[in-house]
């Protein structure tokens, strides 16, 4: 934990010691309704204290991350009349997710941006989209990922560690880059790609014959410069603004895995606050969820032309024969037995049967 994190940690302490507590809701996840307890707030909507909260996310601020938090920052504000204000950090400069969630926890940081996929350390239960080659289009993930019952699962684990879960969206699909070509499965085996720190993912890229390194994305581009990793998956918008593309010239359309992304707010925040102002942290996620896709869509589509322009090829998978077909047979028991050890298999075989469109009904 660097100074800079500890100086700047300590002054939210102090900060937020100053916050003034109204009667909660019961912090149950689901949306200000189902989390309301009957209770009510002992101030009236005029006499509501100004509450400021604080958001952490990973990424530059031209992130998808990055339009997010300004969304969401300036959704609360027009929503609350200003009563709520949000200060946001990016960078991580609170920290890595790992550590940023954890703060969260504690009320330390009152709202995060972060992967499931990237807390499944913490929250294990978040391994459940970590099955990959599931999907044929990205409609066809959108959605499986609004399914209700898959959400209050995941609220449910995410409660667990004193945090809420807000409306999941998604940042597209997780695209393979390479420092080198690839013409076959065989040109793939062999090569080291970077991981999250995430157990399930280091089980499907090994049985897929590659070799892992998990680190932080932070750390990524010095070790694509020094060559200690051939290759990274993340959405094109993320491998642009973080110019991975400057050191790897070769992009794919693996659509491996739907990057879910995730905001969660400390419980401790969250029962801290008057019913009318978690509706609208609540009503401000949700809209947050509405217009992410289109945005998404038009990011990542924008930087992959950018980068075409820069030089990088696409390497389209779909036009290997067999490629993607191999790449599904060989994961999905590795990712399945994995996961499903943390998930259990209903939930998981909920998620996995969605690819068919077969899922269960609530």
Same mark, same amino acid.
């Not at 189902?34 to 031209?62: D, F, R, W």
């Not at 597209?172 to 690839?182: D, K, N, T, V």
């Not at 040109?187 to 049985?207: K, M, P, S, V």
């Not at 581009?221 to 110019?243: T, V």
């Given at each position: 934990?660097?100074?800079?994190?500890?100086?700047?940690?300590?002054?939210?302490?102090?900060?937020?010691?100053?916050?003034?507590?109204?009667?909660?809701?019961?912090?149950?996840?689901?949306?200000?309704?189902?989390?309301?307890?009957?209770?009510?707030?002992?101030?009236?909507?005029?006499?509501?204290?100004?509450?400021?909260?604080?958001?952490?996310?990973?990424?530059?601020?031209?992130?998808?991350?990055?339009?997010?938090?300004?969304?969401?920052?300036?959704?609360?504000?027009?929503?609350?009349?200003?009563?709520?204000?949000?200060?946001?950090?990016?960078?991580?400069?609170?920290?890595?997710?790992?550590?940023?969630?954890?703060?969260?926890?504690?009320?330390?940081?009152?709202?995060?941006?972060?992967?499931?996929?990237?807390?499944?350390?913490?929250?294990?239960?978040?391994?459940?989209? $970590?099955?990959?080659? @599931?999907? /044929?289009?990205? !409609?066809?993930? +959108?959605?499986? &990922?609004? *399914?209700? #019952?898959?959400?209050?699962?995941?609220?449910?684990?995410?409660?667990?560690?004193?945090?809420?879960?807000?409306?999941?969206?998604?940042?597209?699909?997780?695209?393979?880059?390479?420092?080198?070509?690839?013409?076959?499965?065989?040109?793939?085996?062999?090569?080291?790609?970077?991981?999250?720190?995430?157990?399930?993912?280091?089980?499907?890229?090994?049985?897929?014959?590659?070799?892992?390194?998990?680190?932080?994305?932070?750390?990524?581009?010095?070790?694509?410069?020094?060559?200690?990793?051939?290759?990274?998956?993340?959405?094109?918008?993320?491998?642009?603004?973080?110019?991975?593309?400057?050191?790897?010239?070769?992009?794919?359309?693996?659509?491996?895995?739907?990057?879910?992304?995730?905001?969660?707010?400390?419980?401790?925040?969250?029962?801290?606050?008057?019913?009318? $102002?978690?509706?609208? @942290?609540? /009503?401000?996620? !949700?809209?947050? +969820?509405?217009? &992410?896709? *289109?945005? #998404?869509?038009?990011?990542?589509?924008?930087?992959?032309?950018?980068?075409?322009?820069?030089?990088?090829?696409?390497?389209?998978?779909?036009?290997?024969?067999?490629?993607?077909?191999?790449?599904?047979?060989?994961?999905?028991?590795?990712?399945?037995?994995?996961?499903?050890?943390?998930?259990?298999?209903?939930?998981?075989?909920?998620?996995?049967?969605?690819?068919?469109?077969?899922?269960?009904?609530?």
């Amino acid at each position: 934990m660097h100074y800079k994190r500890v100086l700047i940690l300590l002054l939210l302490l102090l900060t937020g010691c100053q916050r003034q507590p109204a009667v909660s809701a019961s912090g149950v996840p689901g949306g200000p309704t189902a989390a309301g307890s009957g209770q009510s707030s002992p101030y009236s909507s005029s006499e509501t204290p100004p509450v400021n909260l604080v958001l952490s996310y990973s990424g530059p601020e031209t992130s998808v991350n990055g339009w997010w938090a300004l969304q969401y920052k300036q959704l609360v504000e027009q929503l609350s009349g200003g009563t709520i204000t949000i200060d946001v950090y990016s960078d991580s400069i609170l920290g890595s997710d790992l550590e940023v969630v954890r703060d969260c926890q504690y009320g330390t940081v009152d709202i995060q941006i972060a992967s499931p996929s990237a807390l499944v350390t913490f929250i294990p239960e978040a391994a459940v989209f $970590d099955v990959p080659f @599931l999907f /044929q289009s990205l !409609e066809q993930a +959108r959605a499986a &990922l609004a *399914d209700p #019952v898959l959400f209050r699962y995941l609220s449910n684990a995410y409660e667990e560690k004193e945090l809420i879960l807000m409306p999941l969206a998604d940042q597209g699909f997780r695209e393979l880059s390479l420092s080198q070509p690839i013409q076959s499965l065989t040109d793939l085996q062999g090569l080291t790609i970077r991981c999250l720190y995430n157990e399930h993912h280091t089980a499907f890229w090994q049985a897929l014959g590659l070799e892992t390194v998990s680190m932080d994305i932070a750390d990524v581009y010095l070790a694509l410069q020094k060559g200690g990793i051939q290759g990274e998956e993340n959405p094109y918008a993320q491998i642009h603004d973080r110019k991975f593309y400057e050191l790897q010239k070769y992009m794919t359309n693996s659509d491996h895995l739907l990057f879910v992304g995730g905001m969660h707010i400390s419980k401790a925040t969250w029962d801290s606050l008057s019913s009318d $102002d978690q509706e609208t @942290l609540w /009503q401000a996620a !949700e809209e947050c +969820r509405m217009i &992410l896709p *289109d945005y #998404v869509d038009q990011a990542n589509e924008q930087a992959l032309e950018q980068m075409s322009r820069e030089g990088i090829s696409l390497i389209d998978f779909d036009a290997i024969p067999g490629l993607r077909a191999q790449c599904r047979a060989l994961t999905y028991e590795a990712a399945y037995e994995s996961v499903v050890a943390v998930t259990g298999a209903e939930i998981l075989d909920r998620w996995c049967s969605s690819a068919a469109g077969t899922s269960a009904p609530e």
